[in-house]
Structures are given as C-alpha cells and as structure tokens.
C-alpha cells in the first residue's frame, strides 16, 4: 500500500483526535515500520488494518465509518495534489465511472508498483451509476467516502447504496442515483 494512504491517514487522525492519538496509535499498533512513512514508499496493508482496528477502539467508531470519513477526507488530497484529474469532468458520474479507464490509469503513471482496486461498470445513465467494486483490501467503506465527495465537489445530491456481493466485502455494488 502506498506510503500517502498513512501519512495522509495520521494527517487525518491529528486533525480529528491530535498528536497525541497519532503517538497511541503508532506505539500500540506494532507496525513493523514503526509508523514511519513517506508518501511514496509502500507498506503492508496489515499496517493500515492495525492503526484502524486500534483507532476503533480508541474512539468507539466503527472501522467501516473511520474509513468513510477518511475517504472523503482523501478527495480532498487528490483534488489539492491532482487537480488535473477532477478538472477533466463536469458530471461526477463520469468522473467515478472513469475511475478504472482513466483514473487508474493516471495513478499508475504517478504510482507504478500502486496496488489499486478494480472497477467495473454494470449500469451508467444520465441520473445513476453502478459499479462492483473488487479487492482484497475490503477498504468499500473509503471508495464510498471518496464518491460522496465527488459528488459533493460537483453539487449533486445522491443516494449511495451499498451491496455487498461477498459478504466478506471485497467485492460490492455501488448503486448510485443522483437526486433531482
């Protein structure tokens, strides 16, 4: 995984519960990296699993939901850090429809050896957008966070409904319809 998901996850954490939750979480967590991270290096997946799971339980939150809020958090950072990608579209469903085409295609460029989930799209309309989302990661929750800000960038109004195919989550439908 790579290492701007951390840094920009502990920027989020510092943001939320400060500095001193950010320490709690790399002394308790037993990363093998010791919670150091730059942007561009890659880590463990197994890494980010125990600074939610350790997050969790520090606040109460449910893991789905700490990575919902961290992925709207994260539309931000592509949006600062990338603005070429989101300034290409004027409709947020075809921006997320994009995200396999286009989008990824971008971040490999950027992040070469980027372990990147795959999306498919089943259904696109002027109103709605289907996607299954696929990985091993099971990180749904984030993908949801980062669609309910692009459609938030682009003042849409949506309902986003999540299905989980394998129950598991690391593979889900993403239905989504734009209100009027």
């Known amino acids: ?13 510092e943001e939320r519960y400060g500095l001193e ?37 520090q606040t109460g939150t449910p893991i789905d939901s700490l ?5 709207e958090h994260f539309f931000g950072v592509v949006l600062k850090s990338y ?5 290409q579209y004027t409709d947020p469903l075809d921006l997320l429809a994009s995200i396999e085409s286009h989008i990824h295609v971008e971040v490999r460029k950027i992040y070469p050896d980027a372990e990147l989930p795959v999306f498919r799209v089943l259904e696109k309309d002027t109103d709605k957008l289907t996607l299954v989302y696929r990985s091993s990661r099971a990180m749904y929750a984030f993908g949801k966070g980062l ?6 960038h682009f003042g849409q109004q949506a309902e986003i409904l999540v299905e989980k195919i394998k129950e598991d989550g ?10 009027e």
């Open 1 to 13: 995984m790579k290492g701007i998901v951390f840094t920009e996850f502990l920027e989020l954490v």
């Open 21 to 57: 939750m950010v320490d709690h979480l790399i002394t308790e967590a037993d990363l093998p990296s010791g919670g150091v991270y730059t942007s561009v290096g890659t880590y463990q997946f197994s890494e980010m699993l125990s600074l939610l799971v350790e997050l969790s339980e």
């Open 67 to 71: 990575l919902e809020v961290y992925g």
């Open 83 to 87: 603005p070429g990608f989101i300034a």
């Open 147 to 152: 669609k309910q800000r692009t459609l938030a």
């Open 170 to 179: 690391t593979e889900v439908k993403f239905s989504i319809r734009i209100h």
